[in-house]
């Protein structure tokens, strides 16, 4: 049966205790007195640190539970175990003790049963209690006025009892610091309510400061007048260390790893780690670590070469940022790294004295700044090194490093190694998907004479990663061009590897002469049948494939432009006058959600228009919305100049702002036009006896542009083509002829039947025309219309002839 807390006396009587241990809100034990150890024979280095419920032989009584759930002082029969196995009945009390932080502990006290309900050996033991105390214990009077102190109080004030008693905390130290506790003394004195308080300080006893944990309580009789207040002192530095320890592990891991950038993460280190863990802080790394390489083992002995990466420190380096950072042969440094082992060293110790020798500048930085202890650990991460990283005090005040000081050393640089090979992987990655992005980006703009084109792709500069943002120029039939900006929805290989796919496919589809929104279409079917699985018949993959795109072709002799979108931004068009507008598109579904139809847009351009094209990483950056966006690109183009190049400078430098957040592609054109200078037309009718007409015609039509060159083989293709297109479709039949930097031959008809080449047999009378024209011409195809086809060949023009030095 529980015996009752409160069970033979009040939980604030007096107590007879000759056991004292203090437990710490995590329920260790921090505090041990010698009657402690006699009471149950563990010496305080056993006792401290083990859980104060491992002392139980019996759980406590409910009621002694319910009081300290409550933080409630109790007092009550309890059995505890001692180091020998045996039961020790006692009479034990808790009190609660506010410790710093805003937590609670508790100060135990208990004597043996047998002895609890003697009066007078009780009265005995608790004067035992005070003076053998091993905690600084002082009594107060009502005033704040010393009246008692026990031996370790005495040594830490540096002065007896007699000296003392009567004088209050201030007339005897006269440190301001002292003053927090004099004035919780008074506090206590005045309100009876108890108060726990930290100082960093240095008493008269003690040759440096300590951290002390001081917690004031009221003495009171049984009507609760307070008549003094009881002082006891607690050298906490070793957990005010521990905790200062946890506090900077717990800042280092919210500030170091912020990016996936391998100096600064490194820099994150060294600005840490100062002035907590040295006074100077180097961190020096493989190059292989800043190139996102992969990092071969260091090998052991001889001399080793870092790149130094970060440093944080009041003095100048001896090595500045980006320098290389030499080590000589068996020096600490090179032995640190090569076998993965921290070291920590005096500077007067026999191995730095060696390594400062064999290098002056080192020993010239010694000299100037004075340090006298380090630490080197090295930067270790998934079993590979990574660099090192230097600890140094030059402070004469600060104590030389411990074990402790290592630990904690040690600690960080796992952490940050963690942090810096990850951002060397993100770097390889990067790296890695930026050469293939390049790759499949046009490597220069093609030669054409429809449009002037400048074109500039920049990565994100996020964690993101590079993603899929593209564009295009592609050369078609009739001297068109199609212009293509696209953007992949997400970032990384994945990304880019999406993008070269819908890159050849918009290229393998233009190459078919289909207008916009039938290419669209098509993409669309492509992006649906690859997210979905069905193109191989596989499980689909894991991450989404969608996309944006906006697909336009300019025709130079009619100087249209028809385009269409697939969810994409629309394009800003700059007229020759100056003004800037956007061309406002039925903007269709982007790619891959499959099934809805696309609208195609034809506009005529005045010759000399800019016709602007660009991702959605363009109008946000800046951290803009996209209408803000819209408003900033339409003011940077009305600043725009001849050069289309320096017109893409001008364009990024008013929309981005450093790295952008998001993948650029940005594409600009100038239009041009082919004019009657440049094409000739005939309407033909559909009777055979035209064609020698139409030959005489074509060879009268080169020799005004001077290329008689081409006579021959130019009056073949017409023949061929006109012939087939009054023998096999329908009238209306047109011959146009385009020179620009090809000769350009096209028949036009209102059929939609379009010829394919077949290999005739021996004495077939026919089917050798169209292997005539794809022999003799450059290249050759069909595209359809909205009233039949058009037939068409290209030759290139001949090189001009050099002008021949007159004799001299």
């Not at 008493?203 to 309580?217: I, M």
């Not at 010759?607 to 800046?622: F, I, N, P, Q, V």
């Not at 021959?712 to 329908?730: D, G, K, P, Q």
Request: charged fraction near 20%; glycine fraction near 8%; charge should be negative.
């Amino acid at each position: 049966m529980d015996t009752p807390a409160t069970s033979g006396r009040e939980p604030g009587a007096p107590f007879a205790a000759e056991a004292m241990a203090v437990v710490a809100p995590d329920g260790t034990l921090t505090g041990w007195s010698s009657g402690a150890q006699r009471l149950l024979g563990y010496s305080e280095a056993e006792a401290l640190g083990r859980p104060a419920a491992d002392l139980l032989a019996s759980p406590l009584p409910t009621a002694a539970r319910a009081r300290m759930a409550g933080q409630e002082p109790w007092a009550g029969s309890v059995a505890l175990r001692d180091r020998d196995g045996h039961e020790v009945d006692c009479r034990l009390r808790g009190r609660p003790l506010a410790l710093g932080g805003g937590g609670t502990g508790w100060l135990l006290e208990a004597v043996p049963e047998q002895e609890g309900e003697d009066g007078r050996e009780g009265s005995r033991l608790l004067g035992w209690s005070f003076d053998q105390s091993p905690f600084a214990l002082a009594i107060y009077d009502a005033e704040g006025r010393f009246l008692r102190i026990n031996a370790p109080m005495a040594r830490q004030l540096g002065a007896s009892e007699a000296d003392i008693r009567g004088r209050r905390i201030t007339e005897h130290m006269t440190d301001p610091r002292f003053a927090g506790p004099e004035e919780a003394v008074d506090r206590v004195a005045a309100t009876g309510v108890p108060e726990c308080i930290e100082n960093y300080v240095r008493v008269p006893g003690e040759p440096h400061a300590h951290a002390w944990l001081v917690h004031a309580a009221p003495l009171k009789d049984a009507a609760g007048v307070v008549h003094g207040v009881q002082l006891a002192a607690l050298d906490f530095s070793e957990q005010s260390a521990a905790r200062e320890r946890l506090a900077l592990l717990n800042e280092a891991s919210t500030r170091i790893g912020s990016s996936l950038d391998v100096a600064r993460t490194a820099q994150e280190l060294a600005d840490v780690a100062v002035p907590d863990v040295g006074d100077f802080v180097s961190v020096d790394l493989l190059d292989a670590v800043l190139h996102g390489d992969e990092i071969a083992p260091v090998p052991v002995g001889g001399s080793l070469v870092l790149r130094r990466t970060a440093v944080s420190s009041t003095v100048p380096p001896a090595v500045a940022v980006g320098a290389p950072a030499a080590y000589p042969e068996h020096s600490p440094i090179e032995r640190c790294l090569a076998t993965g082992r921290a070291v920590m060293h005096r500077v007067t110790d026999p191995e730095i004295v060696r390594w400062l020798a064999q290098d002056p500048a080192r020993a010239d930085w010694v000299r100037r700044n004075h340090p006298h202890s380090l630490l080197a650990v090295p930067l270790r991460a998934r079993g590979v090194n990574l660099g090192i990283v230097l600890f140094t005090r030059t402070d004469p005040s600060s104590p030389p490093y411990t074990e402790d000081d290592l630990r904690i050393a040690e600690e960080l640089a796992v952490r940050a190694a963690v942090c810096i090979d990850n951002a060397r992987r993100y770097t390889r990655e990067r790296s890695t998907t930026l050469a293939l992005q390049h790759s499949l980006l046009p490597q220069g703009i093609p030669e054409q004479a429809a449009v002037e084109v400048a074109g500039r792709y920049l990565p994100a500069g996020s964690q993101a990663g590079v993603g899929g943002d593209w564009f295009d120029v592609i050369p078609l039939s009739g001297a068109r061009v199609a212009l293509v900006v696209g953007d992949v929805v997400g970032h990384g290989l994945h990304a880019s590897a999406a993008m070269g796919r819908l890159r050849t496919a918009v290229r393998t589809l233009a190459d078919v002469d289909l207008p916009p929104d039938e290419l669209l279409a098509h993409l669309d079917d492509l992006v649906v049948r690859v997210s979905t699985g069905l193109e191989t018949g596989a499980a689909p993959p894991t991450a989404g494939f969608g996309a944006t795109c906006l697909y336009a072709v300019y025709d130079p002799v009619s100087r249209k432009c028809s385009l269409a979108s697939a969810g994409h931004p629309w394009p800003a068009l700059v007229t020759p006058d100056g003004a800037v507008d956007f061309l406002e598109l039925p903007t269709g579904p982007p790619l891959g959600l499959g099934g809805l139809p696309f609208e195609c847009v034809e506009v005529e351009l005045p010759e000399g228009s800019l016709l602007t094209l660009y991702t959605d990483g363009l109008l946000e950056g800046r951290g803009r919305d996209v209408d803000i966006g819209l408003r900033a690109l339409r003011t940077a183009l009305a600043d725009t100049v001849p050069s289309l190049e320096t017109t893409c400078d001008i364009v990024l430098k008013a929309m981005i702002d450093g790295r952008p957040p998001d993948d650029v592609a940005l594409l600009v054109a100038r239009t041009r036009a082919l004019d009657s200078r440049h094409v000739v037309q005939w309407d033909l009718p559909a009777d055979p006896a035209v064609v020698a007409e139409v030959r005489a015609r074509t060879t009268a039509q080169l020799h005004a542009w001077g290329l008689d060159e081409l006579a021959f083989v130019t009056e073949l293709v017409v023949s061929e083509l006109v012939t087939n297109a009054i023998r096999h479709a329908t009238a209306p039949i047109q011959l146009r002829l385009i020179k620009d930097h090809t000769l350009i031959c096209e028949v036009s008809d209102a059929s939609s039947t379009a010829p394919h080449l077949r290999r005739a047999r021996i004495f077939d009378e026919g089917g050798r025309g169209l292997l005539l024209v794809a022999q003799l011409t450059e290249r050759w195809g069909t595209r359809h219309t909205g009233t039949g086809k058009i037939i068409w060949a290209e030759q290139p023009l001949p090189a001009p002839q050099a002008t021949p030095e007159p004799a001299a």
